[in-house]
């Protein structure tokens, strides 16, 4: 009788800490997403790239040229869409933020849209 309750208890201990640290690693994590509007010229990429390399937190980036569009996806505690766009200013370009995957980011959503499906039957 002892082993079983030694053994139910160890696994609820686990399942409690795997709770804890499932829960802990979501809050971590802050991803935001947003698209840029950026009139771009030839250079722009190489431009762009070089300056994202030097902002913290940059997770991945997609340049268009065609679109004139650059969506960067960073992490909400280490960056802020403002300090991208101030990024941009400084090197000659500015930049509008279409939309925001900002949920859960510590400077809020700027000019967001946000499409939530209707789940409900």
Request: charged share 20%; glycine share 6%; hydrophobic share 40%.
């Amino acid at each position: 009788m002892k082993k079983i309750f030694s053994i139910i208890l160890i696994q609820a201990l686990m399942l409690t800490s795997l709770g804890v640290y499932a829960a802990k690693k979501k809050t971590d994590d802050v991803r935001v997403t947003v698209t840029f509007l950026v009139m771009m010229d030839r250079d722009t990429n190489s431009k762009i790239s070089k300056a994202l390399k030097a902002q913290d937190g940059i997770i991945s980036s997609k340049i268009d040229t065609q679109k004139q569009e650059v969506v960067i996806t960073f992490d909400g505690k280490k960056n802020t869409v403002s300090n991208l766009q101030q990024m941009f200013k400084e090197n000659g370009y500015t930049a509008q933020a279409l939309e925001t995957g900002c949920f859960g980011s510590p400077e809020g959503c700027l000019n967001a849209v946000h499409y939530i499906e209707n789940t409900m039957p």
